[in-house]
């Protein structure tokens, strides 16, 4: 049997909560569908030592400001996942678990979700299924020739099952930087970049990239020249940690290398190191397969929008995915407009 609501939501992750928070809030019928079976969305499964960017304070959602976190400025991801869970008890959002969406049809006046526990027909569907399950592995030469061990920033939990090792990082962005310094005490590293890291200031945290982020997306807006946003003040936060282990010496980043071989890699001027094993910190693609009847994909795998609303299906909106769909969205503090907007959007279309 096919059941029926005003708007479905695929992810139960921060974005999938600033969604239905604000769905609730204008009185629109929804539920939410989650493939987790326990609420925290991505922050479930990253590395032990992983810290927000912010202080609690600023990494929010709407609604409800996340508590800090005793002894800690920027909070841990068990913080994180606490207070999501507390997020969603609190707002009784209708989040259903173990729920997997395979796909989204078009069906009349109705989009059909296609669940693994029975279909859905609703009027909008809000996507908010991130990007965590579809880690990005570039294709560098001799990458399967490589004898040791390979993994992305997905699967890496902590420096203990690394100590000794000879370790290659390879990305210059703030989860490489974050994980270098994570393995720089006991291991034997080599961190590769494609540019020399652009460290922000040290008083510079989540807040002023939220603030810049903003500025840019409303200046490009009302047709003014780009700001240029984030790019301008660096790539990575420098988090205590990471602090540390950069005044200690221990960060030192090498120009990306050219392939690798058996034993290890090589750069453009015959230079060698040899590794035990690399780890990928090189980012991620949305995760939109559930979407491919519909036919929207276009570069990069991105769906065209305007704001959140996809061009060519306007009963579909897509949030949380990066910049593309709004400025800073897929951070916590960040969805929260994005998703705001979505949902007026999509209470006008339900009344229209």
Not at 1 to 12: K, W
Not at 233 to 246: D, H, K, M, N, T
């Amino acid at each position: 049997m096919t059941r029926s609501t005003g708007v479905v939501v695929i992810g139960g992750g921060q974005s999938g909560l600033a969604a239905g928070y604000h769905l609730r809030r204008l009185g629109i019928e929804h539920v939410i569908f989650d493939a987790q079976t326990a609420p925290g969305g991505a922050w479930q499964h990253t590395w032990d030592s992983l810290r927000l960017f912010s202080p609690a304070a600023y990494s929010s959602l709407p609604g409800r400001f996340m508590p800090a976190q005793e002894g800690e400025v920027y909070p841990d991801a068990a913080h994180v996942v606490s207070y999501l869970a507390d997020y969603e008890k609190r707002y009784e959002l209708p989040v259903q678990r173990g729920v997997w969406v395979s796909a989204v049809h078009r069906d009349g006046e109705h989009l059909r979700v296609e669940t693994d526990s029975g279909d859905w027909r609703a009027r909008a569907v809000i996507s908010a299924t991130g990007t965590w399950t579809r880690p990005f592995l570039p294709a560098v030469p001799g990458r399967r020739a490589f004898q040791g061990r390979q993994l992305h920033t997905v699967q890496y939990r902590s420096p203990d099952e690394f100590a000794g090792q000879r370790v290659i990082v390879v990305g210059g962005g703030n989860s490489a930087a974050q994980i270098a310094a994570d393995l720089a005490p006991s291991t034997e590293l080599t961190w590769v970049t494609q540019r020399p890291p652009r460290y922000l200031a040290d008083g510079i945290d989540g807040r002023a990239l939220f603030d810049s982020a903003t500025a840019r997306r409303q200046a490009l807006d009302a047709g003014r020249a780009d700001t240029g946003g984030v790019a301008l003040l660096g790539e990575i936060v420098a988090v205590p940690p990471v602090r540390a282990a950069r005044d200690a010496g221990l960060l030192h980043a090498k120009p990306m290398f050219t392939r690798l071989t058996p034993t290890g890699v090589e750069w453009a001027d015959g230079s060698s190191a040899e590794a035990d094993a690399v780890i990928w910190c090189t980012g991620f693609r949305p995760a939109l397969a559930h979407f491919a009847s519909l036919r929207l994909r276009g570069t990069r795998g991105h769906i065209a929008t305007v704001g959140t609303r996809a061009v060519d299906e306007p009963r579909l909106h897509l949030l949380g995915y990066g910049d593309w769909t709004g400025p800073a969205s897929a951070t916590l503090i960040g969805v929260g407009r994005p998703a705001r907007d979505a949902a007026r959007e999509i209470a006008d279309l339900l009344t229209s």
